[in-house]
């Protein structure tokens, strides 16, 4: 069955200090993203990547890092993290092409308070 | 540039009555609209997908109709139900090489009874 991993789901982290949020898929999809989501703010997105070894910046990047080491795994890294990064994160995964309507599946979400 | 617009921040209604949620897009190419549904403290989870052959989608109760000449997506259902209450996002990805999702702001509904 398709599906997305993320971990943690719960983090407290303090300010300045590293945090990784990681994000594994079984379903072969080439694509992956992370998105925050924010009260007010609907989901943004902070990272995208087409395949192993790629990242793109996406709408909110500063302050975010992306790794992309596998077609599985796709990492969000806080090298300095701050209480505005306080949020929850979701990773998804999804397909391309023009004639596949799958819709990208979501992980089931990480939220991260940093003190 | 491609975009998705839902109007209505928050959408209060009776249970029975029906609901129609509103979604607009902007883009450069003919693309994929996506409904997701977002319960609290869950992630997001597809709710109905446009296709490619015009068929209407519908699930749960819900449908959507791809209108072309208007650039909409609106979700509808004839009768709203308690278990209805959640947010719920219009998303698009478009069919060439670029393989980003633009995703609207959300809908909050809520259903009384």
């Known amino acids: 069955e398709a599906a997305v991993t993320q971990s943690p789901r719960n983090k407290v982290a303090v300010t300045g200090g590293k945090v990784t949020l990681s994000c594994n898929q079984t379903n072969n999809h080439n694509n992956m993203y992370w998105y925050r989501q924010d009260t007010g703010h609907g989901l943004r997105l902070i990272h995208y990547?087409?395949?192993?070894?790629?990242?793109e910046k996406g709408d909110i990047p500063d302050g975010y890092k992306a790794s992309r080491p596998s077609q599985e795994n796709f990492s969000l890294i806080l090298e300095l993290a701050t209480p505005s990064q306080t949020s929850v994160y979701f990773c998804a995964s999804g397909v391309s092409g023009t004639n596949n309507n799958q819709a990208p599946l979501f992980g089931e979400g990480t939220r991260l308070s940093v003190l | 540039g491609d975009s998705v617009t839902q109007t209505e921040g928050l959408v209060t209604l009776t249970e029975g009555l029906p609901v129609m949620l509103n979604c607009t897009y902007q883009?450069?190419?003919?693309?994929?609209l996506f409904w997701y549904v977002q319960h609290l403290n869950e992630a997001p989870k597809l709710l109905l997908k446009s296709f490619t052959d015009n068929k209407r989608p519908e699930h749960q109760g819900f449908h959507a109709t791809l209108h072309k000449s208007s650039s909409s997506f609106h979700l509808q259902k004839s009768s709203a139900q308690l278990s209805d209450s959640a947010l719920y996002y219009c998303a698009l990805r478009l069919r060439n090489s670029n393989n980003r999702i633009f995703f609207g702001d959300g809908t909050q509904l809520v259903v009384k009874p």
């Open positions: 990547s087409y395949g192993a070894g790629s990242t």
């Open positions: 883009s450069t190419y003919s693309p994929f």
